[in-house]
């Protein structure tokens, strides 16, 4: 199942900083509360549990990351803070570690953008079906476009589906993102109270509610980025 067609071929032009080392790079980016740490901490512990070393670089000074990592009893997935500037060295020192999937969870701060797309393999804009987070990925689409990043927008925190089709919110904020075709997620992570309840507790969906919608939605986002990286091995099957 491809859930989204993301482009990861380098664009031509684009400066090749990585090494050719088996290190994947996912960034987080996006408005302040759109879900950045959510999905970062929830997309790394479904890498763990399919068998791939995976870690976090916290970059936003508010630390929600690290914060998760703090309670979290479980050290399968490391979380290091680092400042937006020292991101190549963190990066270089994840890699040296043998980490193969590693998520920067990125400040909400557009000026970081073009620096952390040069490093990254794969960019996840998240943004809430909102009119203001519309906004900011409306800007953040041709930054990322100039830096010839391999990109994609999830749409986070959405009223759910309905029998009838999507709500209105999530139609419109797909109709206003027309034109950036396969690089918007098709599917969507749904609002729900059970992934803040995962958060707090330091763990994630997939280990609270394993058989619940909200791991069945992030699983489908783990393989659509799954794909992307094109990663080989087994794939941690969720519902
Ligand atoms: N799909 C969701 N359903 C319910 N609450 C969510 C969802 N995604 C994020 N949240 C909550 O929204 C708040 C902001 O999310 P967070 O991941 O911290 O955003 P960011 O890192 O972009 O600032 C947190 O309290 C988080 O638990
Ligand atoms: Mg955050």
Redesign the pocket.
């Known amino acids: 199942m491809s859930a989204i067609q993301l482009q990861s071929a380098a664009a031509p032009g684009a400066m090749p900083l990585r090494s050719g080392s088996q290190l994947s790079i996912v960034a987080?980016v996006g408005k302040?509360?759109a879900?950045?740490?959510?999905v970062?901490t929830n997309l790394a512990v479904m890498a763990c549990l399919s068998g791939r070393r995976s870690a976090i670089i916290?970059a936003?000074p508010?630390?929600?990351?690290y914060a998760w990592k703090c309670v979290r009893a479980n050290g399968d997935v490391p979380v290091v803070r680092c400042v937006v500037e020292a991101l190549a060295d963190a990066i270089e020192a994840a890699r040296r570690a043998g980490i193969e999937i590693l998520f920067v969870?990125?400040?909400?701060d557009w000026r970081h953008v073009p620096n952390v797309a040069r490093l990254a393999d794969l960019v996840l804009v998240t943004m809430r079906p909102t009119l203001f987070d519309l906004k900011v990925t409306r800007m953040l689409v041709p930054i990322l476009n100039s830096a010839n990043s391999s990109f994609a927008v999830i749409l986070n925190a959405a009223p759910p589906l309905r029998e009838l089709g999507e709500p209105p919110m999530v139609r419109q904020a797909r109709e206003a993102l027309a034109d950036i075709g396969s690089r918007l997620w098709r599917r969507q992570i749904t609002h729900r109270v059970t992934v803040p309840y995962a958060t707090v507790r330091g763990a994630t969906v997939v280990e609270t509610e394993p058989e619940g919608l909200a791991a069945q939605e992030f699983g489908s986002l783990w393989n659509a980025v799954r794909n992307d990286l094109k990663l080989e091995g087994p794939i941690h099957e969720v519902a």
């Open positions: 987080c302040g509360g879900g950045k740490s959510t970062a916290d936003d508010q630390a929600s990351s969870d990125m400040p909400p």
